[in-house]
């Protein structure tokens, strides 16, 4: 399995930015995605941003041009920097990897935004 160590979460104003790090360690061989997930008060956790070893990106619409997802292999870290923050961003933010027989959550991370 794989292990994943969050950190970077707080509060911040709106308009801010924040930093979120996720390293892994463990059966980091196996994985071919790392993303970013965070689940809203009384709403369902969606997808916010994705790598793959390949480099492509994808990102949920409501964070284009605002976040942007990236990958330190040498780390094993993925980051997700956070810019131009509004309150509707305030979630647990997750992250995640995925591949050969792996999925892996990490423990959460609270954003908070204010207005």
């Known amino acids: 399995q794989v292990q994943l160590v969050e950190s970077g979460g707080g509060l911040v104003q709106a308009g801010g930015s924040l930093r979120l790090s996720c390293a892994a360690s463990?059966?980091?061989?196996?994985?071919?995605?790392m993303g970013w997930y965070r689940q809203g008060p009384g709403k369902q956790r969606e997808l916010v941003a994705i790598?793959?070893?390949?480099?492509?990106?994808n990102y949920a619409t409501s964070v284009k041009g605002r976040f942007t997802i990236s990958r330190d292999n040498a780390k094993n870290t993925v980051y997700l920097q956070m810019n131009s923050l509004k309150p509707e961003d305030t979630a647990v933010y997750y992250c995640?990897?995925?591949?050969?027989?792996?999925?892996?959550w990490g423990q959460g991370t609270q954003v908070t935004v204010s207005s």
């Open positions: 995640n990897v995925r591949g050969y027989a792996l999925d892996s």
């Open positions: 463990g059966r980091i061989f196996s994985i071919n995605a």
């Open positions: 790598t793959t070893s390949g480099g492509s990106r």
